[in-house]
């Protein structure tokens, strides 16, 4: 029998470690699927519809820029997609589209894995594109107590802590707010592509390190390279960190559990995808 097609979908495509995540778990779990890339402009997304559904894909995982602009075209959405606002795995089944989001539930697994309760916390997420998004909003659906957020661009961290106004917060991305809130921040996360490799960006200051309790774990969502400035300084402040690999392992887990229908066993599953990510780091 023919294997079954799955994909993901973005532009740009061409280096999205999804292929090679999803098909090491394939491979290890002899599932009957193949896992390829396709890239789908802005735009584009009704036109990719109908070529799935004509190619026979069962499913395909969207990353940029289709994550929201592929709603319209979702049938049922899974809590999580429903609370981001945006969709990252999409499941052809009984002649419907059902779509979920992974990103939220990856990243908090692997705070969890670290021991790490989010409840009764206080979380301030630096960022508020779509990564930063979903997991401010993920710790706040999980019980944290205030979720601050700062951005760059404000009106984009006011729109999104609209969301839940009596647990978030926006704030101007400056060191002085950092400073300020670092003082009773007890899971620190950056959500930003400052730090991320091959962007020539990074934090200027990072005094707000110092600030925080000494209890505090320091996040990043990036994964490339995997321990960036802010997580190096972290750590020799003695600070807990989490890189932002395990959010791309489980977030992966999670769209192929979906995807196949297939209980995975998430250690097994993480370990053999790191091994194949270390090869290409
Ligand atoms: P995005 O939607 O484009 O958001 C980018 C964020 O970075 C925005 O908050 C933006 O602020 C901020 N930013 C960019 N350049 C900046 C600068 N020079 N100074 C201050 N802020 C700046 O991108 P995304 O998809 O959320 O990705 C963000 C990061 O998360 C990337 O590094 C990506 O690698 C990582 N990520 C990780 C995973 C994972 O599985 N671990 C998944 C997705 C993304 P403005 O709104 O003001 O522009």
Not at 21 to 31: F, G, R
Not at 69 to 87: G, N, Q
């Amino acid at each position: 029998m023919q294997n079954k097609k799955l994909c993901v979908i973005g532009d740009p495509i061409e280096h999205s470690k999804s292929p090679i995540i999803h098909n090491t778990m394939i491979k290890a779990m002899n599932l009957p699927y193949v896992y390829d890339y396709n890239k789908v402009a802005a735009g584009d997304i009704k036109k990719w519809i109908e070529t799935a559904k004509r190619e026979n894909y069962v499913g395909f995982n969207a990353t940029m820029p289709h994550k929201v602009d592929i709603i319209p075209f979702v049938d049922v959405m899974d809590d999580e997609a429903k609370l981001y606002e945006a969709v990252n795995t999409v499941c052809f089944r009984d002649d419907k589209i059902y779509g979920f989001n992974t990103d939220g539930i990856g990243f908090l697994y692997s705070l969890l894995e670290k021991g790490v309760e989010v409840g009764e916390k206080t979380v301030t997420v630096i960022g508020a594109g779509g990564a930063a998004s979903a997991v401010a909003l993920k710790m706040v659906k999980e019980g944290a107590m205030k979720v601050n957020v700062l951005n760059r661009n404000i009106e984009k961290a006011e729109s999104l802590c609209a969301r839940f106004k009596d647990k978030m917060q926006a704030f101007a991305f400056t060191n002085q707010n950092l400073n300020l809130l670092a003082k009773d921040t007890d899971i620190l996360i950056n959500g930003t592509s400052l730090g991320m490799g091959g962007v020539d960006r990074d934090f200027e200051d990072l005094s707000f390190l110092s600030a925080l309790p000494k209890t505090a774990i320091v996040c990043d969502l990036i994964y490339y390279p995997e321990k960036t400035k802010l997580l190096s300084r972290a750590q020799e402040l003695n600070l807990n960190t989490l890189g932002g690999i395990g959010m791309l392992l489980y977030q992966g887990i999670y769209a192929l559990e979906y995807m196949t229908g297939t209980k995975l066993d998430f250690n097994k599953m993480a370990s053999l995808v790191k091994n194949e990510l270390a090869k290409l780091f």
